[in-house]
Nanobody, 120 residues
Framework: QVQLVESGGGLVQAGGSLRLSCAASGSIFIINNMGWYRQAPGKERELVAAITSGSSTNYATSVKGRFTISRDNAKNTVFLQMNGLKLEDTAVYYC??????????????WGQGTQVTVSS
C-alpha cells in the first residue's frame, strides 16, 4: 500500500508564492508519473502539472510560466512551486502518483488534498 502526505498549502496574497510538497511512502518499487491536480468549489478536478520518471513536464495552460513541478526520486517526493498566484488559483490541490509496488503491482494513489487560498 502506498500513502501520500501533502504539505505547503495556505493563504497567500495575489502575486505571492507557495510551494507544495507530496511525499510517497510504503511498498514502493518504482514511481513513474507524478502530478498535481486541483479542484475549485463547483468545478471539476483538473490537471495542473505532471512530471514523468524522465522529468518531462506538462502544464495546464493557465499556469504555464508561473508554476514549476519537480521531483526528488531519492525521497519519492514531488513539488509544485507556485509563483505569481492569482485569485483563480484558489482550490484544493491534490497530488497523484503512479508506479509499481515491490509486489510488482501497479498503484495509483491520491493525496489527501491541501487548500490553497489566494486573497486580493
Amino acid at each position: 500500500q502506498v500513502q501520500l502526505v501533502e504539505s505547503g498549502g495556505g493563504l497567500v496574497q495575489a502575486g505571492g508564492s507557495l510551494r507544495l510538497s507530496c511525499a510517497a511512502s510504503g511498498s514502493i518499487f518504482i514511481i513513474n508519473n507524478m502530478g498535481w491536480y486541483r479542484q475549485a468549489p463547483g468545478k471539476e478536478r483538473e490537471l495542473v502539472a505532471a512530471i514523468t520518471s524522465g522529468s518531462s513536464t506538462n502544464y495546464a495552460t493557465s499556469v504555464k510560466g508561473r508554476f514549476t513541478i519537480s521531483r526528488d526520486n531519492a525521497k519519492n517526493t514531488v513539488f509544485l512551486q507556485m509563483n505569481g498566484l492569482k485569485l483563480e488559483d484558489t482550490a484544493v490541490y491534490y497530488c497523484n502518483v503512479e508506479g509499481l509496488t515491490v509486489a510488482t503491482q501497479r498503484f495509483h494513489s491520491w493525496g489527501q488534498g491541501t487548500q490553497v487560498t489566494v486573497s486580493s
